[in-house]
């Protein structure tokens, strides 16, 4: 069985995701244990951030900082309220 793919992301508060994958599910996962050192730190930035996207696979953001699909949907809290 294929790992579902990212198909919409939602930045809210609190440096936490909301992720719909390509099989109908959604799922609330927290970044704060990512954002650290210099790389995935900039996360650190409210506004930036905000800025996140998919890329047809998992989420990324403008200069390159990605999670990891499976951490996305296998660590991911699910979320039927949304």
Do not use: H
Not at 7 to 25: A, I, M, Q, R
């Amino acid at each position: 069985m294929l790992r579902p793919t990212a198909t919409e992301v939602t930045p809210l508060d609190n440096y936490k995701l909301s992720v719909k994958f390509d099989n109908g599910e959604r799922k609330i996962f927290d970044v704060k244990p990512y954002i650290s050192g210099a790389w995935y730190g900039e996360l650190n930035n409210p506004s930036y951030f905000k800025s996140v996207t998919v890329d047809g696979f998992t989420v990324v953001w403008p200069n390159g900082q990605d999670i990891c699909p499976d951490d996305l949907y296998y660590l991911g809290a699910t979320n039927k309220g949304i």
